[in-house]
């Protein structure tokens, strides 16, 4: 092979360079999206971790509970009662759909869309 | 080998607390035993058939309709579209000869000919709707209410083709749009899909009346049909009453006071 050692550094400039952005963003997050929590209430209807992780999984639940099998009430792991309902449960503490639900779901790109049926609340008309 | 008085009152002690302590998490238990039966025993309607009985001779004025139309499509979010061929409605009113096309009309009295009749999903008892979903969008419940899940609804319209009533509408138009109101309680539609009366049944299972009943004061009424100590049961037993197209047997459950 000839000129090596100058293949050999060409190329490595051209990996320096083309990743770029990730030397410049080493270590620091900077998109961590940061959903506004409710003030009054400290509890969700889960703790924390679950709904973080299986808040769709818990949504899909209610929806076939309360539709399908005539159920209205949920029961938590402390064993408290809930009103299986988006609009009159989740949203009554969660009290917009842009500064909670929106700020994680654009930065992962999910567009569930719950929102074209159920009303979030900046949306009601009076 | 013997025991001294000490240890003997001791052992004593750790007895009465131990019972003590079993009893009082006994009854804890019990006590979530009985909310768990409670959880368990909320979607069991065995039993339950909900019907309903309207008296159409105390409808009278245009308003009366107007309270129980208005209850109804404000609480449930239908939009007001003003094209009558793609309109959506829940409950609505029409004329005698519409409302019972295959009665024997010619020689009724003239003031049942003119009356005008409240309509809406008769929640069938066989419905055809049911049958010819793909989906299962549109389902029976136990308690006899036609259900409809928007979750799965894809807009087919074979239900449409299949109700002998026209109790159901397909949203051709955006829905929100025409909505000069909203409840913030319940959703509205989406384009794409059919709705219906829905017997209420989000008020029924927190025990409480459909709004049409509430609104109508006493002119509609509502209750389970399989028991015989019931309202509707009382009025049905008391009057004449009919249904729409009882020829066609899908057993309406809305009862009609002639």
């Known amino acids: 092979m000839y000129n090596t050692g100058k293949v050999l550094i060409g190329i490595f400039i051209f990996i320096i360079f083309f990743t770029i952005p990730f030397w410049f963003n080493l270590g620091k997050v900077r998109a961590l999206p940061k959903p506004e929590l409710p003030k009054e209430e400290k509890k969700c209807v889960e703790d924390t971790e679950y709904m973080r992780a299986y808040h769709m999984k818990l949504l899909h639940e209610w929806r076939t509970k309360k539709i399908r099998k005539m159920q209205v009430y949920y029961m938590n792991q402390e064993g408290k009662l809930y009103i299986m309902s988006l609009q009159r449960t989740c949203m009554k503490c969660h009290t917009s759909k842009d500064k909670f639900c929106d700020k994680c779901h654009e930065v992962v790109v999910t567009h569930p869309d719950c929102w074209k049926c159920h009303i979030a609340p900046e949306e009601v008309r009076k | ?258």
Not at chain 2, 34 to 50: F, N, R, S, Y
Not at chain 2, 66 to 71: D, L, N, S, T
Not at chain 2, 134 to 145: H, L, S
Not at chain 2, 213 to 230: C, I, R, T, W, Y
């Open chain 2, 1 to 258: 080998m013997s025991i001294k008085r000490r240890d003997f009152l001791k052992i004593v002690g750790y007895g009465v607390t131990g019972t003590i302590l079993s009893l009082g998490g006994g009854f804890i238990i019990g006590k979530g035993s009985e909310i768990l039966a409670m959880i368990d025993k909320q979607g069991d309607k065995k039993g339950v058939k909900w019907a309903m009985v309207i008296d159409t001779r105390a409808f009278k004025t245009e308003e009366d309709f107007e309270a129980v139309i208005q209850a109804c499509h404000r609480a449930h979010n239908v939009p007001n579209i003003p094209d009558k061929i793609r309109e959506v409605k829940w409950i609505w009113v029409d004329t005698f000869e519409r409302a019972f096309p295959t009665a024997e009309t010619e020689y009724i009295s003239e003031e049942i000919k003119k009356r005008k009749f409240l309509l809406l999903c008769n929640h069938c008892d066989d419905p055809p709707c049911v049958r010819v979903c793909p989906v299962q969008a549109t389902f029976k419940r136990e308690d006899g209410i036609v259900m409809q899940d928007m979750h799965r609804c894809i807009g087919c319209k074979f239900c449409m083709a299949a109700c002998p009533y026209g109790s159901r509408n397909y949203n051709f138009y955006p829905p929100r749009e025409y909505l000069s109101s909203m409840n913030p309680e319940f959703p509205t539609r989406t384009l794409g899909v059919v709705e219906k009366c829905i017997f209420c049944y989000h008020r029924l299972d927190e025990g409480k009346m459909p709004y049409c009943v509430e609104a109508s004061q006493g002119k509609m009424f509502f209750g389970n049909l399989n028991d015989p100590e019931s309202e509707v049961r009382k009025v049905i037993s008391e009057n004449i009453v009919l249904v729409r197209k009882p020829e066609i047997s899908t057993k309406p459950k809305v009862f009609y006071i002639i």
